[in-house]
């Protein structure tokens, strides 16, 4: 069992950044892919935001989120990151981490993952 925690979300302008910090437990926490999904208020399921590999040396991000998303991760504290700059309205969403415990090629779907966390709320006021 994974334990999964999203923290950093809030209320920011338009153009403006936030950082989003995902805790995990488990030994084996850096063998581990990770991700980070949203779900809008109006839509009935997650989207891809951005993926990072095991060991940090692959990231792949959404069309939405390339260029203005980093994804990045810790495996000494068990912790991945996504730092969101230039953020815009549609950006509003509940972000949620999570993790890829099995060895599937799949990254950017819902269904790829084992783990997820509660979520956090990020709100962009125009």
């Known amino acids: 069992q994974v334990q999964v925690v999203e923290s950093g979300g809030g209320l920011v302008h338009t153009g403006g950044s936030l950082r989003l910090s995902c805790a995990a437990s488990?030994?084996?926490?850096?063998?581990?892919?990770m991700a980070w999904f949203n779900q809008a208020g109006s839509k009935n399921d997650r989207e891809f935001v951005a993926?990072?590999?095991?060991?940090?040396?692959?990231?792949y991000y959404s069309n939405s989120a390339e260029g203005r998303f980093t994804i990045s991760r810790d495996n000494a504290n068990n912790t991945v990151y996504l730092q969101m700059n230039s953020l815009k309205p549609e950006d509003s969403a509940v972000y949620y981490c999570?993790?890829?415990?099995?060895?599937?090629?799949?990254?950017?779907?819902?269904?790829?993952?084992?783990?997820w966390g509660q979520g956090t709320e990020v709100t962009v006021s125009s």
């Open positions: 993926y990072i590999n095991w060991n940090g040396g692959i990231t």
């Open positions: 999570a993790v890829k415990v099995t060895s599937s090629l799949g990254r950017t779907r819902a269904r790829d993952y084992d783990y």
């Open positions: 488990g030994r084996s926490f850096s063998a581990y892919d």
